[in-house]
């Protein structure tokens, strides 16, 4: 079930359930579990939080997301698009605290989902999300051809972090 293809009642039960999960991996997060969470990547997925700011609210907000280190760069995905919180909070809000295994940095976050390198990045994260790509998307990124991904990625937004320079 890729999110393009899906009813909107379904994108609303696995929005909800990814909302009570993300409050579960932010507990973990905070009890100093994130790097336990980041085990086994293959299998559960690359697990970052992200400390971000309300582009109405101005309040902090804290969302876990799957993501892909490509070259040194963090690379993250909002698989149900433009629609997703977090994602239009950055777009505001640019600015936002990444929490990785090795540690918390500071950022500044980039839509890059009309970069020419969009499917080959976006084929990363979602390879790094584990299980979630295929059980969620529909599809495994390892076997899919760029054509079949693109197509069942569609409204996905690709989103870089840069990071500033050590």
């Not at 929005?15 to 009570?20: A, E, P, W």
């Not at 540690?103 to 500044?108: D, E, H, S, T, V």
């Amino acid at each position: 079930m890729g999110t393009t293809k899906a009813a909107p009642q379904q994108m609303n039960s696995l929005r909800k359930f990814f909302h009570t999960m993300n409050r579960f991996m932010v507990f973990m997060w905070k009890i100093g579990m994130g790097r336990m969470i980041n085990f086994w990547p293959a299998g559960i997925g690359r697990i970052m939080v992200i400390k971000h700011r309300g582009r109405k609210s101005g309040k902090e907000y804290l969302t876990p997301v799957n993501y892909a280190p490509v070259d040194g760069e963090i690379y993250c995905t909002a698989g149900f698009g433009s629609i997703s919180d977090w994602y239009r909070n950055m777009l505001v809000n640019p600015q936002v605290e990444l929490w990785l295994p090795e540690g918390k940095r500071l950022a500044c976050a980039e839509d890059i989902s009309d970069s020419s390198q969009r499917l080959f990045l976006l084929r990363q994260v979602l390879i790094a999300s584990g299980f979630a790509a295929s059980t969620f998307g529909g599809l495994d990124p390892r076997k899919a051809n760029d054509e079949e991904l693109d197509k069942a990625t569609k409204e996905y937004r690709l989103v870089h972090f840069k990071l500033p320079k050590e």
